[in-house]
């Protein structure tokens, strides 16, 4: 059983910075896609970033420049590292894995995804 636990999120004001860590276990597909997804009340779970087994790495246009994804095979953990972080960035963010690479957009489709972490709250005041 994949197992994805999500830990870093809380409150800070804008333009503040905060650094989302996901610990995965039992995950050994050699192909693999890992996101970070979010969700705001009252709207769709929407892709923020990703990286492929590969390398490739995608991010969502709203945090390009702000937040940076990556990852440490050796402690088997993704990071999202949030910088001038805005009011709107407030949302609960999720840790996603596929067990296999994601072609173009398909990366910020959350169905293309097989496991998911529970969540971790961001929030940002103005």
């Known amino acids: 059983q994949v197992q994805l636990v999500e830990s870093g999120g809380g409150s800070v004001h804008s333009g503040g910075s905060l650094r989302l860590s996901c610990a995965t276990s039992?995950?050994?597909?050699?192909?693999?896609?890992m996101g970070w997804f979010r969700q705001a009340p009252g709207k769709e779970r929407e892709g923020v970033a990703a990286i492929d087994s590969d390398g490739s790495i995608k991010y969502a246009d709203s945090v390009k420049g702000r937040f940076t994804i990556s990852d440490d095979s050796a402690k088997n953990t993704l990071y999202l590292q949030m910088s001038s972080l805005k009011p709107e960035d407030t949302a609960m963010y999720y840790c996603?894995?596929?067990?296999?690479?994601?072609?173009?957009?398909?990366?910020?489709?959350?169905?293309?995804?097989?496991?998911w972490g529970q969540g971790t709250q961001v929030a940002v005041s103005s």
């Open positions: 996603a894995a596929s067990d296999h690479v994601l072609l173009g957009a398909n990366w910020g489709n959350q169905y293309e995804y097989n496991y």
């Open positions: 039992r995950y050994t597909y050699v192909s693999y896609c």
